[in-house]
Each structure stands twice: as structure tokens, then as C-alpha cells.
């Protein structure tokens, strides 16, 4: 099993930027990718990026250009950086990493972001 926790999130005025931080426990060597959902309230939770042990990544068409993700393998860490952050990007950011030994995908407690006009 993987435990994921998610830190960084926080308010933010429109235009700005802000990083996330994901770090994950336990049987950390069966990761294969990693990445970051969102839901804002009323709206389904959606994958904003993601990226492989190999470092192939995955945009959202909503934040491409603006989001980079990237990843410490060493260190069990993946990224979020956030720039030119919009008020409808304000949802809690979930991480997530998928198990090769259990077929399985993991997540974190969330973390809020907030985007004020």
C-alpha cells in the first residue's frame, strides 16, 4: 500500500502562481505514475496532470500552458506548479499514484486551492 500527502495549497489572487507537493510512504517502489486530480463544488472530479516514472507527461486541456508537473523518484515527491492561476482553477487538488503490485490507484486527503478575482 502507498499512503500520498498532499501540502502547499492555500488562497491565491488571480494571475498568480503557486506549487503543490506530494510526497508518498510506504511501498513506494511499485509507483509506476503519479499525478493530480481536482473537484470544485458542484463539478466531478477531473485529472489535471499526470506523469510517468519515465517522466512522459499529461496535461488537462483546461490548465495546459499554465500547469507544470514534474517528479523526484528518489525522493517519492511529485510537483504541481501552478502560474497564471484563473478563479475557476479554486477546487480541492488531490494526489494520486498508481500501484504495479496491487492494480491498484492510491490518493491523498486533498488540499485547497483558492483563486481569488
Known amino acids: 500500500q502507498v499512503q500520498l500527502v498532499e501540502s502547499g495549497g492555500g488562497t491565491v489572487q488571480a494571475g498568480g502562481s503557486l506549487r503543490l507537493s506530494c510526497a508518498a510512504s510506504?511501498?513506494?517502489?511499485?509507483?509506476?505514475?503519479m499525478g493530480w486530480y481536482r473537484q470544485a463544488p458542484g463539478k466531478e472530479r477531473e485529472l489535471v496532470a499526470a506523469i510517468t516514472s519515465g517522466g512522459r507527461t499529461y496535461f488537462a486541456d483546461s490548465v495546459k500552458g499554465r500547469f507544470t508537473i514534474s517528479r523526484d523518484n528518489a525522493e517519492n515527491t511529485v510537483y504541481l506548479q501552478m502560474s497564471f492561476l484563473k478563479p475557476n482553477d479554486t477546487a480541492v487538488y488531490y494526489c494520486s499514484a498508481g500501484s504495479s503490485c496491487t492494480i491498484s490507484e492510491y490518493w491523498g486527503q486533498g488540499t485547497q486551492v483558492t483563486v481569488s478575482s
Open positions: 510506504g511501498d513506494t517502489i511499485c509507483i509506476s505514475a
